[in-house]
């Protein structure tokens, strides 16, 4: 079994049995006019993982593992949308309002694609997600089923929502969790700080965390 040093404790997985997820790396949360800055926040904080994850996603597609984006994205009627997230927030505009990249976090639009420097491949899964977490109301659990795959690595934005949300469904789905400490990142740096500790605390309750130069080595 390879075995990648982590906190708390090294995480093992099955030689060839591993995938990436990266959770909403997409304009909307990544790039200014978007639902992020909407909502208040500085996006520089989260442009400056873009390389890491770049670097991650590589070492995986060079390993020949598999890599799946998520978007978090609503139908253009908004059907999908709790009442309640459209209200949350009272920022500048919220889902569903025209923005500067489109219509904020709806499917289809400018600011709901994934990055381009982040860009999938063909091949890649990307999973269009409506809530917080990629396996509620998504086929992300038959996508793993399918690819007979149990160990996930996480990269991606915001650490404490979607990214810790994902990791947490993962968990109740008999999942091992390993979250790339430098390929997230959250509007908030002191809530990553959080995250990160809450996931290895009581011996990796969530999962295991680690660099992503840690992890690049084990791969192949
Ligand atoms: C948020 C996300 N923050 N991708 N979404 O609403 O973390």
């Known amino acids: 079994m390879p075995i990648i040093p982590a906190q708390p404790y090294a995480f093992e997985f099955p030689a060839g049995k591993l995938a990436l997820i990266v959770i909403d790396m997409q304009r909307d949360f990544v790039e200014p006019g978007g639902f992020g800055a909407a909502l208040g926040n500085d996006v520089s904080l989260l442009t400056a993982i873009i390389p890491t994850v770049a670097e991650l996603i590589a070492g995986f597609r060079k390993a020949g593992l598999p890599v799946i984006h998520t978007r978090e994205g609503h139908r253009a009627d908004l059907s999908d949308c709790p009442p309640s997230k459209r209200a949350r927030g009272k920022g500048s505009l919220t889902i569903g309002d025209s923005g500067p990249m489109g219509r904020i976090l709806v499917d289809g639009e400018p600011g709901n694609d994934i990055i381009p420097e982040l860009a999938p491949i063909a091949g890649e899964a990307v999973i269009l997600k409506p809530g917080k977490g990629?396996?509620?109301?998504?086929?992300?659990?038959?996508?793993?089923?399918?690819?007979?795959?149990?160990?996930?690595?996480?990269?991606?934005?915001?650490?404490?929502?979607?990214?810790?949300?994902?990791?947490?469904?993962?968990?109740?789905?008999?999942?091992?969790?390993?979250?790339?400490?430098?390929?997230?990142?959250?509007?908030?740096?002191?809530?990553?700080?959080?995250?990160?500790?809450?996931?290895?605390?009581?011996?990796?309750?969530?999962?295991?965390?680690?660099?992503?130069?840690?992890?690049?080595?084990?791969?192949?």
């Open 134 to 220: 990629a396996f509620y109301a998504t086929p992300l659990g038959d996508i793993l089923r399918r690819a007979g795959v149990n160990h996930l690595v996480f990269a991606g934005v915001t650490t404490e929502v979607c990214v810790q949300t994902t990791m947490r469904e993962a968990n109740d789905r008999g999942y091992e969790c390993l979250l790339a400490e430098d390929a997230t990142e959250s509007y908030f740096p002191e809530f990553k700080a959080a995250t990160l500790a809450m996931i290895r605390a009581q011996g990796g309750i969530v999962g295991w965390t680690t660099p992503v130069k840690t992890i690049l080595p084990h791969l192949a």
